[in-house]
């Protein structure tokens, strides 16, 4: 009995000290920094056929979230550049509420993107549902190269979805890289860099990459 | 800057903290690494029920997924708030096997 609980105190030990040494790494050295970095690659700013933003999150009362803001700012930005003819926006709804899609495209309108240059998808729910939807909704029209925007993190779970699906991507991350100071945000950073790990991890076991 | 400026603080109040038990309370600095352990003991338990009750809890995600026809985010496993859950969990546990190791009192 006593053995038991003393190999069980070595394991929570030594899962506790990597657990605070990885906390203290996180925090105070540019690691998640430097691994969004790395993730992120050299955007391929090329013209394309089509620019695709990927869908982030809304609150059911309309609020598009600071990441879905970011991503759909860069895919306008990459229409005023003159990188591609259309622009695709995805985004579903939260409880009910407006798709986060339309409000994307009525941003976009703002901007002064024209309305018949905008195309809307709000069913897709995952980002594999989402590679399949852009799919039937952009190769009718002979779609084959897309500047992909989403995060970083994300990019590497869904530049093979959508290359799977026939497309030639060019990832062009929406993170602002730069190398944030405060511990605060480089925590925040690499729990998006786990969680997207564990989610293309999942892909891979799953075989949907 | 503020990274060093945090570091900094928890620095100069961590050797306060000694210099306070040291001194004021008494308190036998030889203790210190086995204290030191005790608190890694308890750090890992809490991790450990972070990872189990994120597993579970993308499992059933999968399987609501599965068997019923609403969809269920996976999204819904990213809160800050099961972090403050396993630390309630994992302290209460590690609590617990603490007590149970200690000889029972005289009453």
């Not at chain 1, 394309?48 to 879905?68: C, H, T």
């Not at chain 1, 069913?123 to 952009?138: D, F, G, I, M, S």
């Not at chain 1, 190269?145 to 970083?152: D, F, K, P, Q, R």
Request: hydrophobic share 50%; net charge positive; with cysteine.
């Amino acid at each position: 009995m006593d053995t038991t609980v003393r190999r069980g105190d070595r394991v929570c030990r030594t899962i506790g000290l990597a657990g605070i040494v990885f906390f203290l790494v996180s925090a105070f050295s540019p690691l998640a920094y430097r691994l969004n970095q790395w993730m992120a690659d050299s955007p391929r700013l090329v013209a394309s056929d089509a620019i695709v933003v990927l869908g982030g999150w809304i609150s059911p009362s309309g609020m598009l979230s600071l990441e879905s803001l970011r991503r759909t700012n860069r895919g306008i930005e990459l229409y005023r550049r003159g990188l591609a003819p259309v622009l695709i926006l995805l985004g579903g709804s939260t409880g009910g509420g407006p798709t986060e899609a339309e409000v994307r495209a009525a941003q976009a309108r703002l901007h002064g993107i024209p309305a018949e240059a905008i195309l809307t998808e709000t069913r897709a729910r995952t980002t594999r549902e989402e590679a399949a939807r852009v799919k039937a909704l952009l190769e009718p029209r002979g779609v084959r190269t897309v500047l992909l925007v989403t995060n970083a993190g994300h990019l590497a779970r869904a530049r093979p979805l959508f290359e799977r699906a026939g497309f030639e991507v060019r990832g062009v991350p929406s993170d602002p890289l730069v190398g944030a100071d405060a511990p605060e945000s480089r925590i925040a950073q690499m729990r998006v860099l786990v969680k997207e790990f564990l989610g293309w991890l999942y892909y891979r076991i799953a075989g949907y990459i | 800057m503020e990274a060093t400026f945090i570091a900094a603080l928890a620095g100069l109040t961590s050797i306060g903290a000694y210099y306070v038990g040291a001194r004021a309370l008494g308190l036998p600095s030889a203790r210190l690494g086995a204290a030191v352990g005790k608190m890694l003991e308890s750090v890992g338990m809490v991790l450990i029920f972070l990872a189990v009750n994120l597993t579970t809890s993308v499992l059933v995600v999968l399987v609501v997924r599965g068997l019923a026809d609403t969809f269920v985010s996976a999204y819904a496993v990213d809160d800050a708030v099961w972090l403050g859950l396993s630390l309630i969990q994992g302290l209460a546990f590690q609590s617990w096997r603490g007590s149970a190791a200690e000889p029972a009192s005289g009453r």
